[in-house]
């Protein structure tokens, strides 16, 4: 591909030797000539860094909004979801490993400008795009302008990550953004350093400024994988850290493993798994929790934190039935957090 067909990147510098220094995630990728990044979508051609992932999609789909997760952020509605090629991290136990640990050269990808991608929502009356299956953070430039054009047509735009970003780029990337779902995928470093090749510190930095700094809605997804996070300490130091840095509104959703890319070995999660860390986040004082990749109707169900009246019952990612009446418990009247349709 020639270079005028492809998108300069931002958030980079020159460094020595001909080199690049990446500043988009805590990675900061040093990449030489003709080299791309560790995502794989970020390349140095002739000392210039380009976004090859942009404009290239790996393909669309029109997903229920829970299966995000979000339960929340218009339950019940649909929305356009669409990722690239690569990621910024090395989970060993990959959900979606096919693409995120693919080259562009790799794999059928599309081609669809931030128009394409706008019209093609319109097209399919859906309030609003995800940007997942990878993560988002490393087509951050094609997030912005698909965001912006999104915002301007009524769209809303929803980041899937892992919020693994730097500081300043975040300011950019989620400029346009109404909605998060971020991973916290344990709660120790050790974790982070030998599961994903990066750092919690920077997760956990990342949700503190979506909360404090941004009118951005967020909920929080941790996947449970038997014998290496789901210790009943590690979830309650998570839930506590939630509620002291976070708030107690903050939607969390345990999900389930099941083995994948390098971690076939290990079992998937049981549901009594599942079940403690719910009573856990319950008992820790956080108002709405979740599991998920399970049938489940009961603890995917929406409570009143007042009452206790189910609202929105669920199962996997179908609304059952919601009892919400303008974002209110239609017993005792005690509002939900969220952003309900």
């Known amino acids: ?75 019940g509605s649909n929305i356009l979801s669409f990722g690239t090629a690569g990621c910024n991290l ?39 795009i995800a940007y997942t299956y990878n993560d988002p953070t490393i087509f951050g430039e094609y997030v912005i302008d698909v965001s912006r054009l999104g915002r301007s047509e009524g769209i809303k735009s929803i980041m899937v990550t892992a919020g693994y970003i730097d500081k300043n780029a975040r300011k950019d990337v989620y400029k346009y953004i109404d909605a998060a779902n971020v991973d916290i995928k344990a709660f120790t470093e050790r974790f982070y350093k030998k599961l994903t ?13 979506l909360k404090n700094d941004t009118d951005i809605w967020i909920e929080i997804t941790t996947l449970l994988i038997p014998g290496k996070n789901d210790s009943a300490n590690e979830i309650k130091t998570e839930c506590n850290w939630i509620v002291e840095n976070l708030g107690d509104s903050v939607p969390i959703h345990f999900t389930a493993f099941h083995p994948e890319f390098k971690m076939k070995d290990v079992s998937a999660t049981p549901a009594s798994t599942l079940s403690m860390a719910q009573e856990i986040a319950s008992s820790e004082g956080i108002k ?11 603890g995917q169900t929406t409570y009143c934190p007042k009452c206790k009246t189910a609202l929105i019952k669920r199962d996997w990612h179908s609304v059952l039935s919601n009892k919400l009446i303008d974002g209110k418990c239609v017993e005792c009247g005690e509002k939900i957090d969220g952003h309900f349709c």
């Not at 030797?17 to 140095?44: A, H, M, S, V």
């Not at 136990?93 to 693919?102: G, I, P, R």
């Open 90 to 128: 090395g989970c060993r136990f990959c959900q979606n490993w096919l693409t995120s640990k693919a080259k562009l050269d790799d794999i059928n990808s599309y081609t669809a400008t931030p128009e394409d991608v706008v019209d093609l929502a319109k097209r399919h009356n859906v309030p609003s």
């Open 1 to 75: 591909m020639k270079t005028e067909e492809l998108k300069r990147a931002d958030w980079w510098e020159p460094a020595s030797d001909g080199k690049i220094l990446c500043t988009l995630c805590p990675r900061y990728c040093t990449i030489g000539e003709g080299q791309p990044g560790f995502c794989f979508i970020r390349k140095n051609i002739d000392g210039v860094l380009y976004s090859t992932g942009y404009g290239h999609p790996t393909g669309f789909a029109i997903d229920p909004i829970e299966k995000k997760p979000l339960n929340h952020f218009l339950p």
């Open 288 to 298: 709405y929790c979740y599991v998920g990749n399970v049938h489940d109707s009961k």
């Open 197 to 209: 090749l990066s750092s919690l510190s920077s997760v956990l930095d990342t949700l503190v400024w």
